[in-house]
């Protein structure tokens, strides 16, 4: 069964850049029917998707975050990684990633343990 | 951006009850619409994918219905282990979003 596994600081400092890892097992990221996302959920709140990408490459950016983002892929070390600059209080949350099916009704079918990050000086 | 809403916001339910959480579109989706289950200091679950079919292991007791913009989870007969916060999502246009969530406590 495939299995997420986020990775990176707990803690960040405002106007850095929060930066986390994905390292996924259990299956290939170059899987072809697969996307790998970010998702976020602050403190006692909702979910709100942040973007996701293809093992080529391509990526779709939540146009909210689109200025501030970037994911990027290592298909030799099945991880898909997550960099967001310039962040503030408003960035704390509990960032999950999780595996996108792709098909005609896309869906997030599986989802790591998710990791906090806060952001604080 | 589709928008999401969802009824009610809480619901306190005694276990045997069934349960009834609405979600609606702000435009047609079709059927490009799922449920997740997050229990406290968990990570979201799928539950239902494509309005009605349900996630691998998930219990029959939950299920869903709809079209366009109006969709259903219904849990029959709920037991305590369902106390969980459950969030519908669109995928049928970017970005993605998300339900505010409903959350469901045991009486």
Redesign the interface.
């Known amino acids: 069964q495939v299995q997420l596994q986020e990775s990176g600081p707990g803690l960040v400092k405002p106007s850095q850049t929060l930066s986390l890892t994905c390292t996924v097992s259990g299956d290939s990221i170059k899987s072809g029917t697969y996307y790998w996302s970010w998702i976020r959920q602050h403190p006692g709140k909702?979910?709100?998707?942040i973007g996701y990408i293809y093992y080529s490459g391509n990526t779709?950016y939540?146009?909210?975050l689109k200025s501030r983002l970037t994911i990027s892929i290592d298909t030799s070390k099945n991880q898909f990684s997550l960099s967001l600059s310039s962040v503030t209080a408003a960035d704390t949350a509990v960032y999950?990633c999780a595996r996108l099916y792709y098909g005609p009704?896309?869906?997030?079918?599986?989802?790591?343990?998710?990791t906090l990050v806060t952001v604080s000086s | 951006e589709v928008v999401l809403t969802q009824s009610p916001d809480f619901q306190s339910v005694t276990p045997g009850e069934k349960v009834t959480i609405t979600c609606r579109a702000s435009q047609n989706i079709g059927t490009s619409l799922h449920w997740y289950q997050q229990k406290p200091d968990q990570s979201p679950k799928l539950l239902i994918k494509y309005v009605s079919q349900s996630f691998s292991e998930v219990p029959p007791r939950f299920s869903g219905s709809g079209s366009g913009t109006d969709f259903t989870l219904t849990i029959n007969s709920l037991e305590a282990e369902d106390a969980a916060t459950y969030y519908c999502h669109q995928s049928s246009s970017l970005p993605f979003t998300f339900g505010p969530g409903t959350k469901v406590d045991i009486k």
């Open positions: 909702g979910l709100e998707w779709y939540n146009p909210s999950y009704n896309k869906n997030f079918d599986y989802w790591g343990q998710g």
